[in-house]
């Protein structure tokens, strides 16, 4: 796989962009963790998510001027969440963690600190936990000296004390009344006894030889470097004093405290940092299902919250996520995550060498349908990725082959001489139009393929060839670029053959397919050849109550079709009921051969495509009406009745007794004879648990025949059955069996792929 | 897989062709260019095996899906 494909996959995804409550939070608070552990009530944890981005809890979380708020999605229904108040009942309802320590090792750089405010003593504080010594200056007495002028019952001095005892027990100095700067000691002779300083003097103008004329300092808004190399500043001085944003100067000292660190050490400033301060967020959220709730006030605004009710606040956070395709999409929700992390997963696998590919099942569970990119803000579509892993995966030899036989050898069936035929309309040696049905309409509905191919020849002139085959979707799928190409040509010379009609197709695969394969050819689909002139055999076999109109999901961006197919319902009289419409529709499960990989996976969306709407489906795609009936839900095609799904075995006697009759009935030729199959009668359970592991009627009969044949056989003394095996491809089929009249009766069957071999045996 | 016992005898079963009763013998399954010794019921005079439902389903499948994975 194509690494700069996958990065450009991954970066499509945005459900790991930050939520706008995180990214509007200059220090880039995760609220939505803390928000979280609030809703479990778990004000400890929360405490310990708040303290992880703030060095002074106490004291911001009542005074800070959350810009958080803001950008809270949940203001667009109803009030934000108050995410302030949260933080204050973390700080008065969670048990701190023991106050920070210097790490073990100290350092022997010393670091000035200019002005003990916000940003200041971050910067004392996150240095002196790295075990730098530390000096703090303070023109005033006393530290947060600004801190002063709100009200002690929103800001009380015993908050201001809780937090200035963890910076000492961090073994700052501090010297307070000592001014530096015009009036006291000069910068630079200070800066003679640090190794670096941070200058966090507040808004006011800065009398220094270091400064302008007008008392400021030219700051870098990344670095929060001077021009001077050992001189950095920040907070309310940078960005000017009005409004004061108490969190704004908090994370220039975060910001600063670890370029000085970086410069004590030697290393870049710029490089590699993470996004810092106020940055637009890119995560998607829909928010429409939320109804509009308001704030919970505290019954006491002085105390601010209490547990309870700081629970139900938080209980209105969503909280912010996208996972759009995710909820739309079972085989996305299935491996509990979201796209980004399976492309990396997948790429991932894609790389392994040696040792255990965990993702190949993941790879070739989608569906291939599309949904998640029609949803999804950025438009990343897995199928797209699923494909060109599978395509590597095939590349390298490391498809499973347990994955996709039984599908490929079903898409051999239908391009063989049992199935496929090339001919001109009887009796015309050109073909103005070919119809091409599809396998799987031949297989599920043949009388509605001979049907509609009458039809078509009585309406339209220059005659109407017949193309019967397979399109080459089952090799696509499964990631056999080779093997689609080798149908796409033979497919392409039949179509040179007969002159290169249009192509009319009933099947919205086969549409696509052709589309990829024949980009020179013109296809239309049947629906709308047909036009508003009915369908062949329908009127008798449509129900007249509503019926609930399922789009194929290979018609999904295909409007036409969609339209036409409407036009003919209505025009049959049809009510039709729109489920999400073309766009959104969903697969039916057997969609990028999911089915055959994942059973449960496919299994789960089709459930949930039929819970979707309690009325009978009408259909155009003969996959997704078989699916439908298999699973119990009442469901009709466009060009025929209600019917149990065939199953595998029938769908290919099916195309093969299709091919056989419109020869004998059109062109009036025979089809080599053969003798009858063996007659194998299984009751509906062995049927269907055949059906499951994927043993055809003609694998069942390959066994017993050559079983009979030679005598390789065991006997079960008691029960007197018939129990052999038979290895015609790379499965071993086993069947218990006896006879029964002309024919047989099968009792169970089951396969392996595993060779085995008796040892010292020829 | 090991060499352990992968199933019981299977007394009832009889080869059609020698009609002997089927005894544990040493067999080597493959697959994917892999082989193991195992031991199975099988014909002792034509070595024909005989691979149980369960087994094929069972320990065999997890076995196929693994190496499948490798």
Redesign the interface.
Known sequence: MDDQKVRAWEAQCVEEQLPGCTTNCPARLDVRRLVGHVREGDFTAALAVFARSVPFPAIVSRICDHPCEAACRRGEAGDAIRINALERACVELGKARAARRPQGQRRKKRIGVVGAGLSGLTVAADLAAKGYAVVVFEAAEHCFHRLLSWPAEQLPPAAVAADLGALHALGVEFRCGTTIGESGVALASALEQFDALYLGVGPVAFHDPLFDSDGRIAVDPVTFATAHPRLFAGGSHRYGGEPYSPITSLADGRYAALSIDRFCQGASLAANREPQGITPSRLYTDIRGFAPLPAVVPADPRHGYTAEEAIAEAQRCFPCHCLECVKACEYLKHYGAYPKRYVREIYNNDGIVLGNHKANRMANSCSLCGLCAALCPDRLDMGEVCLEARESMVGKGKMPPSFHDFALRDMEFSSGEAFALARHQPGASASAAVFFPGCQLSASSPEAVGGAYAWLRQHIAGGVGLMLGCCGAPARWAGQAGRFDANAREFTANWQRLGQPEFIVACPTCQRMLEKTLPEGRVVSLWAALGAGGVPGAPAALPTRPLAIHDPCTARKDQPTQDSVRRLLAGLGVAAIELDGGERTTCCGFGGLAAFVNPEVAEATIRRRIGACDADYVTYCAMCRDSFARHGKRAVHVLHAARPDPGFSRRQENRARLKATLLRTLWEENMPTEEPPLDVALSPAVAAEAERRQILLDDIRTVIEHAERTGEKFVDGATGHTIASHRPISVTYWVEYEPAGSGFTVHRVWSHRMEVAADGQP | MNSQPTAKPAP??????CNRK?EI????????GNRF?VE?P?CPA??????P?DL??GK??Q????L???
């Open positions: 009832e079963l009889v080869c059609g062709k089927l013998g040493k067999v080597t399954v493959s697959y994917l010794p199975l099988r034509c070595g024909l095996v005989y691979v439902e094929a389903l065999m499948l076995v196929e899906q693994a499948e994975d490798k």
